[in-house]
């Protein structure tokens, strides 16, 4: 087997449909299978698959009680994996050409490299951002104050490069191959051998940061992480999640992500940084963005 897809659902049984449909269309010159893992839906999803792959062969479907969450649910795919590579795919992405093999072949060819990932697209062709830098003290300051200034990032690695919402969105960053830090989740091809060395997801996290704790301990063992615009996925994003239910889940990450790698010192800045960026977002968003958005931020301010 050269590669093995997990594939997570959690209510997105149409979108799930279109991407394995899209995988198989669209994958050619490998040897593949599919892990879907249904996680704990409540929207038909496992009878609406079981009707439609029963037959298909290379599709072997793990039905779960109750959400894991995105790092365990994927650990119990990466654990059935039989190939020599494992793509974890987002449910709510679409393949538009035989972008696994031709990958699954790039990194054939580079030997030092334990994850790859190329670029996201939304339906329209905007570009989204997927991954960035280790978030230190600075960066994460950054990203809370400072990060939508000119320049700045030409000075301060970005922990997260791109910035949808700013006027200089930082979409630049991905136009250029390049080795980075962290990727996400969306589509992430880990050598098997890498997950051998470090075991897979941290299931202390439910949902976000999972994918930089996993990359860091991958670089630490001196894997190289390369994100690559070559080739291109169309990932329609927050498919499984409120709009701005992120926020909470992603600080939520960061501080555990600090508790698990940086010294202990550093974890009340963390929390000092996280709740300033998140006061002048409840004014910032909350204007630009409505109720919703000033309420999240306000949630996060009280628990960051």
């Not at 697209?121 to 989204?128: R, T, V």
């Not at 700045?152 to 080795?179: A, L, R, T, W």
């Not at 997801?201 to 630490?220: G, N, Q, V």
């Not at 409120?242 to 929390?271: A, C, M, N």
């Amino acid at each position: 087997m050269d590669v093995s897809i997990v594939i997570v659902n959690f209510n997105t049984r149409k979108l799930t449909i279109e991407c394995i449909r899209s995988v198989l269309r669209k994958t050619k010159g490998i040897n593949y299978s599919i892990i879907l893992i249904d996680n704990g839906s409540s929207d038909g999803s496992v009878k609406e698959f079981l009707r439609l792959y029963k037959a298909e062969k290379r599709i072997e479907l793990i039905t779960l009680d109750t959400n894991l969450g995105f790092g365990k649910a994927n650990n119990i795919g990466l654990k059935r994996s039989t190939g020599k590579y494992v793509l974890l795919l987002n449910s709510d992405t679409l393949i538009k050409d035989n972008v696994i093999g031709e990958m699954v072949h790039w990194m054939e060819k580079r030997k030092q490299v334990g994850v790859s990932t190329c670029s996201l697209m939304y339906p329209n062709g905007q570009l989204q951002g997927t991954g960035g830098y280790f978030p230190t003290l600075v960066r994460v300051f950054s990203w809370m104050t400072i990060q939508d200034l000119p320049l700045v990032d030409n000075f301060i690695k970005p922990f997260h490069p791109m910035k949808e919402k700013s006027f200089k969105k930082g979409d630049k960053f991905y136009k250029k191959e390049k080795e980075i830090d962290w990727v996400t989740g969306a589509f992430f091809m880990l050598r098997m051998k890498t997950y051998e060395e470090t075991g897979g997801f941290d299931e202390d996290y439910f949902m976000y940061t999972e994918e930089t704790d996993l990359c860091f301990r991958i670089k630490r063992l001196g894997w190289k992480i390369i994100y690559t615009p070559k080739w291109k996925v169309i990932h329609y994003g927050g498919a499984s999640g409120d709009l701005w239910s992120f926020i909470l889940q992603e600080y939520e990450g960061v501080k555990l992500f600090y508790k698990k790698h940086y010294p202990t010192w550093q974890f009340p800045l963390l929390r000092l940084i996280l709740k300033l960026g998140s006061f002048g977002r409840i004014f910032v968003f909350g204007t630009t963005k409505g109720k919703e958005a000033a309420k999240a931020y306000a949630e996060a301010f009280i628990k960051a």
